[in-house]
């Protein structure tokens, strides 16, 4: 075959891939991190956090998108507050499925349809929950239920805003939407209560595993 020939042959399949694809983006613009940084609570700040949001996008087909970690910082050395539902874009958001999450920040932070069914992995994996072995429920988020940062000492609410892996602690919240009772549904999602300190070990020993809740903002 020519060397002209093949050239129209590449680029023969290369249109026909392109028209496959329709030019679209992929649908997914929300996920839990199937893998945590490895290193407890301390996931390189949020430069780190939303790095990893977007490499595990890439990695899936959905690095088109502009990907942020949910998670809030706490006012530090003069550095002010971050607010995790400032970070995130407008919504709407829907999972791997194509399962709609909430349609706008409101309502995110309101009636939303985050749960354990809901709330997969960048792979369309359910993430465990409350009882299951090992628990890993626990999502890192350093956020208010408003999806606002909050006051205080950094090391005692974002393990010194996402940079600590030993003593300290991070609010957490429970994408099973599951407390110590089976029968309490409501439990926040983003702000459930703070974990046993920064490290692997620690996040692990409260029923985390270091995972965080990413969002596409385009």
Not at 48 to 57: I, P, V
Not at 69 to 95: E, H
Not at 148 to 156: F, N, R, Y
Request: proline share 3%; with cysteine.
């Amino acid at each position: 075959m020519s060397k002209l020939r093949i050239a129209m042959a590449a680029s023969a399949a290369l249109l026909a891939l392109g028209c496959a694809g329709g030019g679209k983006q992929h649908p997914m613009t929300f996920f839990i991190t199937s893998a945590g940084s490895g290193n407890g609570a301390d996931l390189g700040g949020l430069a780190g956090a939303d790095r990893q949001c977007q490499t595990l996008a890439a990695a899936v087909g959905a690095g088109g998108r502009t990907w942020r970690a949910y998670l809030s910082t706490t006012a530090s050395g003069g550095t002010p507050a971050v607010n995790a539902r400032d970070r995130i874009g407008k919504g709407p958001w829907q999972n791997v499925n194509g399962v709609v999450i909430a349609n706008n920040v409101g309502e995110l932070h309101g009636k939303n349809n985050l749960n354990k069914q809901t709330a997969l992995t960048e792979k369309g994996t359910m993430v465990n929950g409350r009882t299951e072995k090992p628990n890993m429920h626990d999502i890192l988020t350093g956020s208010q239920p408003d999806g606002t940062a909050l006051a205080g000492d950094a090391a005692k609410t974002t393990c010194g805003n996402w940079t600590l892996s030993g003593e300290g602690a991070a609010i957490v919240g429970h994408h099973d939407r599951a407390g110590l009772k089976d029968d309490a549904p409501s439990v926040s999602w983003n702000s459930s209560h703070p974990s046993r300190g920064c490290s692997q070990a620690n996040l692990a020993s409260s029923g985390g595993a270091g995972l965080v809740y990413c969002f596409a903002t385009n």
